[in-house]
């Protein structure tokens, strides 16, 4: 009877540990993007100096074991170029000297739209391969960044960048 009770208890305990996080979804202006339910919210807000030309509105992220997540909405005091933007972002990885074997494994226009860029980064940090996924969207005068940092072998976090991504939307106004 008792090692019943005791492979009842051990099944409780696995099966609670395994609890799937649920989405979350957050807005932006007129943009909704769904996000893992565990991500903080102002995660990077006061963390990082930007130019006076920008402002952070409202961030999420997390930092797991294996990566780094990052969804941020800055609004700018002047219209924003999306390929500078992009092109910032690939010349910040690649100058980085603590980085090595730098390689841009993708870009492009996000599903054609002109307004939305997305690319892939691999570099060595360390001994492991590491994927830097960020993607981009001009809304007017704000943007929209979604920056996952993560071991290239992560099935996992491809899956969840992935899936913040395609949750995007336009919001109707009505």
Known sequence: MNKKLLYILLITIILSSCKKIENITIIFDDITIDIPENFEQNYINNMIEYNPNFKIIDSYGIETKTSIYNVSYTKSNYPIDILASKEGIINGVINNKVLKEVKVEKEGYYKEQTNAY????????????TYQRSFIMINGNNIIQ?????????KKDDKTINGIINSIKQRDNN
């Open 146 to 154: 979604i920056t996952a940092i993560y071991n290239a072998n992560s």
């Open 118 to 129: 997305d690319m892939l980064i691999s570099y060595y940090y360390g001994p492991n391969k």
